[in-house]
């Protein structure tokens, strides 16, 4: 009615120096989602530009959400782990010093 469109853009992993992740085949650069997101500006409703990412939420979609949403704590608890030995590490590095 006022001609306002409220849009959902869903990015997955994008390859950023923070992230730590480097391009691939499912993660595009911060430049090419930029860029892919741009386009889909005007678009009403939830969307994922980068075409590997609109595949990976339909394949998503297709699951209960319960088998996805274990998945997806699984995956980040693993990199938590890894993060906390990491620290633990460096923790104990800089006692030895």
């Known amino acids: ?32 989602y930029v860029w892919l ?9 939830t969307v994922s530009p980068f075409w ?10 297709t699951f209960p959400a319960a088998v996805v949403e274990s998945g997806v704590m699984s995956m980040h608890a693993g990199i938590r782990r890894r993060g906390l030995k990491k620290d633990a590490k460096i923790a104990a590095e800089g006692k030895k010093n």
Not at 4 to 24: D, E, G, H, M, N
Not at 37 to 45: E, L, P
């Open 37 to 45: 997101a741009m386009r889909w500006i005007g678009q009403s409703g």
């Open 1 to 32: 009615q006022k001609g306002i469109r409220v849009q959902c853009q869903i990015p997955f992993y994008v390859a950023t120096k923070l992230a730590k992740l480097r391009r691939s085949f499912t993660v595009p650069t911060a430049d090419e």
């Open 52 to 61: 590997a990412h609109a595949l990976q939420g339909w394949v998503m979609n």
